[in-house]
């Protein structure tokens, strides 16, 4: 199972988005392989969607809040045909947890190893490999390290730290 973390116009543009992530859209060539490692394996697929609508100083028309919203679009045709999981906050909310726990709890081959990838490791990464890893806590979870980063190297060093401590593994 592969959770891909807000990998969205807002993020990942260097120029329009309002909460670009420094080199994000760096990541995307090899997320896109990573896409297609689990397709080929029939794996399930989730994809986190940030969405940020009331932020005090988003002064942008709603045309652009949306475009900010979507997903960024070299991996826009890739991930529509996976799951999305909209998030208002930094974590899946716990409907969507507990939908995706029913869902794959007797599925063995999907949830004996989860991979997450994307922006930011510090904040929305390491919020959403928590509630993974409450859901399926004898799962082994994989944070892919060059998959992953934030504006502050500092933190997402210390969330990788935080989340080596948590028993995850760091690749």
Same mark, same amino acid.
């Given at each position: 199972?592969?959770?891909?973390?807000?990998?969205?116009?807002?993020?990942?543009?260097?120029?329009?988005?309002?909460?670009?992530?420094?080199?994000?859209?760096?990541?995307?060539?090899?997320?896109?392989?990573?896409?297609?490692?689990?397709?080929?394996?029939?794996?399930?697929?989730?994809?986190?969607?940030? !969405?940020? /609508?009331?932020? +005090? &100083?988003?002064?942008?028309?709603? $045309?652009?809040?949306?475009?900010?919203?979507?997903?960024? %679009?070299?991996?826009?045709?890739?991930?529509?045909?996976?799951?999305?999981?909209?998030?208002?906050?930094?974590?899946?909310?716990?409907?969507?947890?507990?939908? !995706?726990? /029913?869902?794959? +709890? &007797?599925?063995?081959?999907?949830? $004996?190893?989860?991979?997450?990838?994307?922006?930011?490791? %510090?904040?929305?990464?390491?919020?959403?490999?928590?509630?993974?890893?409450?859901?399926?806590?004898?799962?082994?979870?994989?944070?892919?390290?060059?998959?992953?980063?934030?504006?502050?190297? +500092?933190?997402?060093?210390?969330?990788? $730290?935080?989340?080596?401590?948590?028993?995850?593994?760091?690749?």
């Amino acid at each position: 199972m592969l959770f891909i973390i807000d990998m969205q116009n807002d993020f990942l543009d260097q120029k329009r988005g309002k909460m670009s992530v420094k080199d994000a859209d760096v990541l995307v060539p090899r997320v896109l392989e990573k896409i297609e490692q689990y397709e080929a394996k029939k794996d399930k697929i989730f994809y986190t969607l940030n !969405i940020h /609508e009331d932020m +005090k &100083d988003d002064n942008r028309s709603d $045309e652009e809040k949306k475009w900010g919203q979507s997903i960024y %679009h070299l991996l826009k045709e890739k991930l529509e045909k996976h799951t999305p999981l909209k998030k208002i906050y930094y974590g899946i909310t716990p409907e969507k947890a507990s939908w !995706i726990k /029913e869902e794959y +709890k &007797d599925k063995k081959d999907y949830v $004996e190893k989860i991979e997450i990838v994307g922006v930011e490791t %510090h904040i929305c990464v390491l919020s959403n490999a928590i509630v993974i890893q409450n859901m399926f806590p004898d799962s082994k979870i994989i944070i892919d390290s060059s998959l992953c980063t934030s504006n502050d190297l +500092k933190l997402h060093q210390s969330a990788l $730290e935080i989340m080596r401590g948590l028993k995850m593994e760091i690749l």
